[in-house]
Nanobody, 117 residues
């Protein structure tokens, strides 16, 4: 059974930082692209950042230069370091695992990030 468990969300002030973690189980972690998505109230779920097994990365334009995705294949964990946070970053952040070949995808339960102005 595949499980993705996020942690690290919370309330932070404008300009602050948070580090999200997502621990995966039930998959061969190294052959999954790992990503973070976010969904604000009344909006669609959008890509924030993704990292392939070869550590190539892709970021949404709105977070480039402020957020950094990384992964530790030995610990089946993906991280999202979020700096210079803005109120518009407020959303539920979801971890996503997508199989490199089949594109089969799995989601975590989400973690709330709230940035106060």
């Amino acid at each position: 059974q595949v499980q993705l468990v996020e942690s690290g969300g919370g309330l932070v002030q404008f300009g602050g930082s948070l580090r999200l973690s997502c621990v995966a189980s039930g998959i061969i972690f190294s052959i999954y692209d790992m990503g973070w998505y976010r969904q604000a109230p009344g909006k669609e779920r959008d890509l924030v950042a993704v990292m392939g097994g070869g550590e190539t990365t892709n970021y949404a334009d709105s977070v480039k230069g402020r957020f950094t995705i990384s992964r530790d294949n030995a610990k089946n964990t993906v991280f999202l370091q979020m700096d210079s946070l803005k109120p518009e970053d407020t959303a539920v952040y979801y971890c996503n695992a997508r199989h490199y070949y089949s594109r089969e995808a799995h989601w975590g339960q989400g973690t709330q990030v709230t940035v106060s102005s």
